[in-house]
């Protein structure tokens, strides 16, 4: 079992930057891929950006890409998601995901992954 908190949502101006935390605990070990997703109200919940773990390895939805960066800190079990240039379409549920895996960072759809932190609210005003 793996344990996810995220950290770091709040309300910001269009524009603004966010860093998203995610700490995980319990059964962790490298041989994870670290996903953040997001969902706004009435729509699905869409992929964002994920890690992997043991390699670095590093995907972005097309939306985010040149905006979003996320990173991990493997001492301490975190996982970041650093929001540039947030928008008004930006403002969502902001959910932190975890699957085994020793490959690269290849896993965008929600099914995909097995544990999942409680969300954080990230709110952008104009």
């Known amino acids: 079992q793996v344990q996810l908190v995220e950290s770091g949502g709040g309300l910001v101006q269009a524009g603004g930057s966010l860093r998203l935390s995610c700490a995980a605990s319990?059964?962790?070990?490298?041989?994870?891929?670290m996903g953040w997703f997001r969902q706004a109200p009435g729509k699905e919940r869409e992929f964002v950006a994920a890690?992997?773990?043991?390699?670095?390895?590093?995907n972005y939805a097309d939306s985010v890409k040149g905006r979003f960066t996320i990173s991990r800190d493997s001492g301490k079990n975190l996982v970041y998601l650093q929001m540039n240039s947030l928008n008004l379409e930006d403002t969502a549920i902001y959910y932190c995901?975890?699957?085994?895996?020793?490959?690269?960072?290849?896993?965008?759809?929600?099914?995909?992954?097995?544990?999942w932190g409680q969300g954080t609210q990230v709110t952008v005003s104009s």
């Open positions: 995901a975890a699957r085994f895996s020793l490959g690269l960072a290849t896993y965008i759809a929600p099914d995909e992954y097995d544990y």
């Open positions: 319990g059964h962790t070990s490298r041989s994870y891929n």
């Open positions: 890690i992997s773990w043991s390699t670095g390895d590093t």
